[in-house]
Structure formats: structure tokens, C-alpha cells
């Protein structure tokens, strides 16, 4: 939508910090976006999972505002539509297809508000301009491909599809040491301590459901979307976080993590104290 006779222009190549070039003109408060090159990949709709940079400056000041190109950065990673992220960048991408740079002129309402971001050096007052990349969408039904591989008797069966996936786990006790085996192996790069993983997931606590011919999930993002979560930093149990470090974009990974792991003597929400736990996960993206 752009609505301004008179708009900033962005120069440079997508996927490099953009120069943000700002017009004598005042600001007209209005939200602009308009797209500065169109791109042909996927489509972000809502509830998918968008892999951007940025470049921003200060309509009046003209003050550059810290970027994802910046040294020691890294791209943004967010679900559209959700509210994880500013107006601004949430509308950008909405409807936009990867591969393409947006250029956002965002009031304060859209932007950092009228507190401003005294971090980032943004005032209340300021119209914030966004030249936004949007390097990769995944969608919310996406999952690894390729053929799984078989899976020992002695360990959980998993059948999985873009719209459900079922554990079986089998009527043996379960192994005591943590298990990591790939039912997939991914052709991508290997995740990395501190990068930002988009992943599906599907969790079964093994004692509940052994022997069962399909276990009852206690955690599923199959019919959620996918998960950006940053890992090797502890934002997930030791089990999972330790071994989605080291492991290929594209691979479907079968985890059987013990309770010294997991959660412990710490009784959770349809999980028991000293439980096993069962994991299948799909690793979308790095970034």
C-alpha cells in the first residue's frame, strides 16, 4: 500500500544492508509499504515462519538504527501474524513471497510506539523506515522430506505426514542414556549453538504409553505450526536442546530422552515425575 507521493528510496543488492536514502520531506504519519523487488519464492501467510533482514533508519533524525546485517547479528525469525514482532515487520511480510525486499515507513504506532525504544536509540516521536528482506518463509504444514529410515524394534515407530504424526512406543523398558537417531537425514548445514531452529515437534512420555499402539501426545506443534526457538542456550530441556545442536537442517530426528534430561523428579502437566520422554522433530531452518 503506498500512500506517499514522496517515499525514501533503498539502494543495494537483497540479502546485503540496504542504504536507506530519506526525502527532504516531512513524514505524513501515514503506514507505507510498498514492495522494491519483487521476489518468486513462497508466499508468508499467516501462521508461517518467516526468515528476514532489515535495515532501519529514522525518518527526521536519519539516525541508523542497529541492523540483522550488522557484525555479530543474525536474521529475524518469526511467525506471521502472531504479534512475536513489531507491526511493522509483521505487516511487511504478510503476503509477501520470499525473495523479496520491502520498504516499510512505520509511524510510531506501528513501530516502537510512543515510549520509543531508548535501546535502540528510536524516540517516541520518530517514524522508523524498515528495508525488509524476507530470505525464506516456511510454511505451517511444512515438514522434512525424504524417506524415513527404519527404526529398531526396541525403539518408539513413528509415522509422519504434513497434517499428524503418530509414536508407537514399544512394550520394553526404556533405554537409560539419551538416543539420537536420525529417521531423515538432512542435506543442510548443522545446527549450531545459538542459532534460531524452526522445527515441528511431537512429544509422548514413554511409561504412559508403552505397549500402546499410539501413544497420546503431551506436546505436539503438528497441529500448531512450526517452532522458532534459539538453541544450545537452554530454552529447552537438556535432552532436546543438547542434541538438535550438531544435527542437519532437513533431518527428522527420533529422541528418546531419559528423566535426568527431561524434567526429572518434577512432576509437569501430563507428564510424571521421573518420565522418559519421546520425541520426534522435523528441523526446518537454521539462521
Known amino acids: 500500500m503506498t500512500t506517499d507521493t514522496v517515499l525514501p528510496v533503498v539502494s543495494g543488492e537483497f540479502g546485503r544492508k540496504g542504504a536507506i536514502t530519506i526525502p527532504k520531506a516531512e513524514p505524513s504519519g501515514k503506514f507505507v509499504l510498498t514492495t522494491t523487488l519483487p521476489g518468486q519464492g ?16 529514522t525518518w527526521k533524525r536519519g539516525t541508523t538504527l542497529p541492523s ?3 557484525k555479530g547479528s543474525a536474521p529475524t525469525v518469526f511467525p506471521v501474524g502472531q504479534g512475536a514482532v513489531i507491526p511493522a515487520l509483521d505487516r511487511a511480510v504478510l503476503g509477501q513471497r520470499a525473495g523479496s525486499r520491502i520498504l516499510v515507513v512505520a509511524p510510531p504506532a506501528a513501530a516502537y510506539g510512543t515510549t520509543g525504544n531508548a535501546q535502540l536509540g528510536v524516540l517516541g516521536t520518530d517514524t522508523v523506515v524498515f528495508a525488509v ?15 524415513q529410515q ?13 497434517s499428524a504424526v503418530a509414536i508407537a512406543v514399544p512394550d520394553t523398558a526404556p533405554p537409560k542414556s539419551l538416543v539420537s537417531k536420525a529417521l531423515i537425514n538432512g542435506s543442510g548445514p548443522p545446527v549450531t549453538a545459538g542459532q534460531t ?29 512450526p517452532t522458532p526457538v534459539v538453541i544450545g542456550r537452554g530454552n529447552l530441556i537438556t535432552g532436546l536442546d543438547r542434541s538438535l545442536v550438531g544435527a ?36 526446518l531452518a537454521a539462521a
Open 42 to 57: 513462497r508466499k508468508a501467510r499467516k501462521s508461517d515462519i518467516v526468515i528476514a533482514d532489515y535495515t532501519a533508519k
Open 68 to 70: 540483522t546485517y550488522d
Open 197 to 225: 531452529v524452526v522445527f515441528r515437534h511431537a512429544a509422548a512420555v514413554w511409561g504412559t504409553n508403552r505397549g500402546k499402539e499410539e501413544a497420546t501426545l503431551f506436546d505436539s506443534s503438528w497441529s500448531q505450526g
Open 133 to 147: 528482506d524476507i530470505t525464506k518463509v516456511i510454511g505451517a504444514k511444512s515438514t522434512v522430506p525424504g524417506q
Open 248 to 283: 542437519k537442517v532437513g533431518s527428522r530426528m527420533l529422541l528418546v530422552v531419559p528423566p535426568g534430561l527431561a524434567y526429572g523428579a518434577q512432576p509437569q502437566k501430563r507428564v510424571p515425575a521421573k518420565s522418559t520422554l519421546v520425541f520426534v522433530v522435523d528441523i
Open 150 to 162: 527404519d527404526v529398531p524394534e526396541a525403539l518408539p515407530q513413528v509415522n509422519a505426514d504434513h
